[in-house]
């Protein structure tokens, strides 16, 4: 088996940060990508960033472009999640999502994050 944990969710006020980190553990796997997803209540569960883990490129939805930055720990299969100048509307539950291919094939649980005015 493999679990995926995120950590670093909170609550924190608009234009505010806080880092989000995600570490593997269980069996060996090949790694591909890593990405962070966010879900908010009634919307779809949305692809916020990703790095794909030879290369180390990276890829941001416009709605987070120039706020946030992921990258590669030292550890293998760990990422972070830098989210800087924190929105109301970057409240949402974030999970991360590790892929042995293009397709995602390990999830976290989850971590909520809350912005306040």
């Known amino acids: 088996q493999v679990q995926l944990v995120e950590s670093g969710g909170g609550l924190v006020q608009a234009g505010g940060s806080l880092r989000l980190s995600c570490a593997a553990s269980?069996?060996?796997?090949?790694?591909?990508?890593m990405g962070w997803f966010r879900q908010a209540p009634g919307k779809d569960r949305e692809l916020v960033a990703r790095?794909?883990?030879?290369?180390?490129?990276?890829f941001y939805a416009d709605s987070v472009k120039g706020r946030f930055t992921i990258s590669r720990g030292n550890a293998k299969n760990t990422v972070y999640l830098q989210m800087n100048n924190l929105k109301l509307e970057d409240t949402a539950v974030y999970y991360c999502a590790a892929g042995v291919t293009t397709s995602y094939d390990f999830w976290g649980q989850g971590t909520q994050v809350t912005v306040s005015s």
């Open positions: 269980g069996r060996t796997f090949s790694t591909y990508a």
């Open positions: 790095i794909r883990w030879s290369s180390g490129s990276t």
